[in-house]
């Protein structure tokens, strides 16, 4: 299964790093995503990175403050966020999916706020 951690209170204009690690299974060739959920808001894809050429695609709100990295020797994905905005709290979410497995962490709580 998946554990997201490295969620907290930050203030505005600050940084966190989030990590994704899947326990008892390799990472290998899957679909990392990173999504987000705010209270009273749909869940929102956030950032993903190939699991075959290690491409990455971010969504434009996110775009050059969101870095998505991943080291398949460690079975981790990590989200690099800076600069961040109190619009970015909610709760983060690790999503991989390869064929038809599709697996969910339990998500991390990110807070922005002064």
């Known amino acids: 299964h998946l554990v997201e951690s490295g969620g907290g209170l930050v203030q505005p204009g600050g940084s966190l790093r989030l990590s994704c690690v899947a326990s008892?299974?390799?990472?290998?060739?899957?679909?990392i995503a990173w999504f987000r959920q705010a209270p009273g808001k749909e869940r929102e894809g956030v950032s993903a990175?190939?699991?075959?050429?290690?491409?990455?695609r971010y969504a434009d709100s996110v775009k050059g403050r969101f870095t998505i990295t991943r080291d398949n020797a460690k079975n981790m994905v990590d989200l690099q966020m800076n600069s961040l905005k109190p619009e970015d709290t909610a709760t983060y979410y690790c999503?991989?999916?390869?064929?038809?497995?599709?697996?969910w962490g339990r998500g991390t709580q990110v807070t922005v706020s002064s």
């Open positions: 990175i190939s699991g075959s050429d290690g491409s990455t």
């Open positions: 008892g299974s390799s990472l290998d060739y899957y679909a």
């Open positions: 999503n991989a999916v390869r064929g038809t497995s599709n697996y």
